[in-house]
């Protein structure tokens, strides 16, 4: 039998083990951040499972720009609604 790839959660897995010593030297406040930076790359897993990348790096940036995309729109409903009440 041959081997399977590992599953995208695996990678994940290996690439947060991979920026441990980074994470390490961030500040603390930046540390939290930077978990969060993952979570949003497991939120996505079962859509980046699907993909199968060759570069492992690549379904992680898409899922935190989906998440910093929606956390934007986000924002600007919430300035619109505030700059609204204003008028």
């Known amino acids: 039998m041959g081997r399977t790839n590992p599953t995208y959660r695996d990678r994940l897995g290996a690439i ?3 920026w441990g010593a980074f994470r390490r030297a961030l500040r603390r ?3 939290r951040r930077f978990d969060d930076l ?4 497991r939120d996505h897993a079962d859509a980046a499972g699907t993909l ?8 992680v940036w898409m899922a ?3 998440e910093q995309e929606r956390r934007i729109d986000e924002l600007e409903t919430r300035v619109e609604a505030l700059t609204d009440g204003e008028a």
């Open 29 to 31: 406040a930046d540390q």
């Open 38 to 41: 993952f979570v949003y790359a």
């Open 16 to 18: 947060e083990d991979e």
């Open 52 to 59: 199968n990348h060759p570069d492992p790096l690549a379904p």
């Open 64 to 66: 935190i720009l989906l």
